[in-house]
């Protein structure tokens, strides 16, 4: 069945450093949308991208869609404490089922 | 408010008993949908509902079954729990049919199965 894999697992990094994870989904995908879940939260909706190349960019947050839409990634630019959660990948692909991504856990060490 | 509840937060349980886990949204969503979440798995989805008496299997139905008797509400019950079903599960809903619109998500029910 469809698969979407995130990578890193886990990253840690230093205040102010950047960060990415990314997502490969091994079917092409109709949108892929970016969720952050706070320690002890639920996931909260960071954006969507639907378009083959796209980029979109919030604040300090730049994600892309693939050209193949098939992967993703999350980018992060100078971490600041306040981003530490897990960030996770959903993508569906031309049904209403989500396929989430297994998250990538952000520690930013102050 | 725009929210997503769920009840109850927490709850352990016994093998066999049947439970239920409600969830209600205010937002008038056509599309509600259950996950649960697994340490190292994600998110994974078990039912989800376009509208009114139309529901769908997701990747994890097995063990649930789920009702979509009115719009607002989308209750997840366990006829016979198992342990294997001790997880975090959370319900959402968005607007439209669900298929790229932004999920809602409750704050989640801690589930242990003994």
């Known amino acids: 069945g469809q698969q979407v894999m995130q990578i890193p697992q886990y990253q840690h990094v230093q205040e102010g450093e950047d960060f990415t994870t990314y997502c490969n989904s091994s079917t092409t995908l109709s949108n892929i949308q970016w969720y952050k879940q706070r320690p002890g939260g639920h996931p909260v909706f960071l954006i969507q991208l639907v378009k083959s190349g796209e980029v979109k960019k919030q604040k300090r947050l730049t994600f892309q869609f693939g050209e193949a839409k098939k992967n993703s990634s999350l980018h992060i630019t100078a971490t600041q404490t306040t981003d530490v959660g897990t960030y996770f990948c959903?993508?569906?692909?031309?049904?209403?089922?989500?396929?989430f991504g297994t998250g990538t856990r952000l520690k930013v060490l102050a | 408010e725009a929210q997503v509840t769920q009840n109850p937060r927490y709850l352990i349980t016994v093998t066999g008993k049947k439970l239920t886990v409600t969830c209600s949204q205010n937002m008038n969503h056509e599309y509600m949908s259950w996950y649960r979440q697994d340490p190292g798995l994600g998110l994974r989805q078990i039912y989800y509902s376009m509208n009114v008496e139309v529901t769908d299997k997701g990747d994890v139905p097995e063990g649930y079954k789920v009702s979509r008797k009115e719009k607002r509400n989308f209750p997840l019950i366990l006829e016979s729990p198992s342990p294997n079903q001790t997880s975090l599960y959370f319900c959402a809903s968005s607007s439209t049919t669900g298929m790229g619109d932004t999920q809602y998500f409750g704050p989640g029910t801690r589930l242990t199965v003994l």
């Open positions: 959903a993508g569906t692909s031309g049904t209403y089922k989500y396929i």
